[in-house]
C-alpha cells in the first residue's frame, strides 16, 4: 500500500514562510506520473483545495503570488513553498495523488486516489 507522506508544517508568525514536502513512501510509486494536489482543511471548514501540479500548476485564487508546488521527480517528492503567510492559512495540510493519463487538473478532493496524513501548519498574528 502506497502511502503519502507529508512534512514540514509548524508554528510561524504572520509574514513567515514555510515549506511541505510530500514524499511517496515506495520508490515504484513514481510520483511524476500522478496529479498531486495540497489540500487544506481548517477547523469547522471544507478541505479546500489548495495547488496542484502534474504537466502545469495550478493555484486557489487565495495563495496565487504567495505559494508555489514544485516537484522533484529524483526524490519522489512534491513541495509546497508558502511565503507570505496569513492566520488564515493555518490548517491541516494534506497532499494527495490521482492516478491521470490526462492533463486535466482537479480540484475536488474526492477525486483523488491516496493521501497522506497531513501535516499541522499554524500561522500566529
Known amino acids: 500500500q502506497v502511502r503519502l507522506v507529508e512534512s514540514g508544517g509548524g508554528l510561524v508568525q504572520a509574514g513567515g514562510s514555510l515549506r511541505l514536502s510530500c514524499a511517496a513512501s515506495e520508490s515504484s510509486f513514481g510520483i511524476g506520473s500522478y496529479l498531486i494536489g495540497w489540500f487544506r482543511q481548517a477547523p469547522g471548514k471544507e478541505r479546500e483545495f489548495v495547488a496542484g501540479?502534474?504537466?502545469?500548476?495550478e493555484y486557489a485564487d487565495s495563495v496565487k503570488g504567495r505559494f508555489t508546488i514544485s516537484r522533484d521527480n529524483a526524490k519522489n517528492t512534491v513541495y509546497l513553498q508558502m511565503n507570505s503567510l496569513k492566520p488564515e492559512d493555518t490548517g491541516v495540510y494534506y497532499c494527495?495523488?490521482?492516478?491521470?493519463?490526462?492533463?486535466?487538473?482537479?480540484?475536488?478532493?474526492?477525486?483523488?486516489?491516496?493521501w497522506g496524513q497531513g501535516t499541522q501548519v499554524t500561522v500566529s498574528s
Open positions: 501540479i502534474k504537466w502545469s500548476v
Open positions: 494527495a495523488a490521482k492516478w491521470t493519463v490526462s492533463s486535466a487538473m482537479s480540484r475536488l478532493w474526492n477525486d483523488y486516489d491516496y
